[in-house]
Structure formats: C-alpha cells, structure tokens
C-alpha cells in the first residue's frame, strides 16, 4: 500500500481529471435557471435596466429643461434688443 505523493504522474492526472469534471459541473450548472448565483445574476441585470431606463429618463428630461431655458433666454434677448432699439430711437 503505496501513498501516492503530489510528485507521481497518477495524482497529476487524477487532479486533472477532477479539474476538467468540475469545471464541465460548473458549466452545466451555470445554464440553469433556478440556482441562487442565476437568480443573483437576473436580479442585477434587472437592477442595470432600470439605472439604463432611468438614465435615459434624467438625460430626456434634462435635455427638454435646456430647450425650455434656451427658449426662455432668447425671449429675455430679444425683449431686451427691443427695449433698446425704442430707447435709442
């Protein structure tokens, strides 16, 4: 009875073989849908829609509120180009 050491050629292969099934386990593990780390996985993802949806939501709103204030500052503009045209005549 012979204790095989981690320097013989069966433990390397042994510990190879265990390697390539775990790794085989955790890819067959990964595709299904009911596991704590899927759902922990669609749970963020569904956490990165929303922040997406809510940006564009801030980005839509702040570009309307930047067309509200153009508009209110070329009003300001031109109302003061008028007062000044009836000043100097």
Do not use: N, Y
Not at 7 to 20: A, I, Q, Y
Not at 26 to 34: I, M, S
Not at 61 to 71: K, P, S, T, W
């Amino acid at each position: 009875t012979e204790c095989l050491g981690s320097d013989t050629p069966e433990f390397s292969e042994r510990k190879l073989k265990r390697e390539h099934l775990k790794k085989l386990s955790d890819d067959r593990v990964r595709k299904w849908p009911d596991t704590l780390a899927s759902k922990r996985q669609s749970k963020l993802e569904w956490k990165r829609q929303r922040e997406e949806i809510e940006e564009l939501r801030r980005l839509d709103a702040d570009r309307r509120e930047a067309e509200l204030r153009d508009g209110m500052r070329r009003t300001v503009l031109a109302r003061s180009e008028s007062q000044l045209r009836e000043q100097s005549d």
